[in-house]
């Protein structure tokens, strides 16, 4: 069986989905025409909490679906807590972590400009207040990221991670996130950027990234 790579689509309580993000752009096409397997599931809609997700992608993780060998995962932006929280508390099943376009989570102008959009699209104020929390990225601690890179011996070395930055950044993703991402994890990689693949500038980039994520799955 193929390598497998599951990717996490951004968004926050949105329209974004598994279509706009992946498959649309080309990159599900071109990661199955590089050898992998590829899985790019919807997340839950209008989730209570990051718990919710959490379960559900672990049940897909637990199903077999994705084969028996430890996945890589992509998470991008927001999906980035996603995947954080994911290998974090399945790690047998990751073996391999990608952040990209990490959504910044301690901007308090831009989680207020969020808390607003979620307010006007329906969110409660606790929900909404749950999901903004954290520290470098939202509903994650700066303890849990430096655990991902710990050394546990010959028998389990630390997980390998790649950081990849929006480029150009802007203010929901912005460069310094990606670096306190790599001071936290110092045996993180940063890989090269490209605009997020919902902006109309991505299209010129689409294969860089496809190789990018190709390499970093082990299929480059």
Known sequence: MAASVLLVHGGLWDGTDAEMFWHGPGIVAGLEKAGLTVVAPDRVRRAVGWGQEIAEFGGLLTSGVLGAEPVTLVGASNACTVAVRLAVEYPEAIGRLLLAWPATGDDPEVSARARRGLLERGASGAVADGLLAGETLRGVTDAQLVSLGEYRGPWRPGL?????????????????????????????????????????????????????????????
Do not use: K, Y
């Open 160 to 220: 390998p991670v790649g950081v990849l930055p929006s480029v150009p950044e802007n203010p929901s993703h912005q460069r310094r996130t990606v670096d306190a991402l790599l001071r936290l994890m110092p045996s993180a990689v940063e890989l090269p950027g490209s605009p997020e693949p919902p902006r109309p500038d991505f299209g010129p980039h689409r294969d860089r990234l496809v190789a990018t994520l190709a390499a970093f799955a082990g299929r480059g």
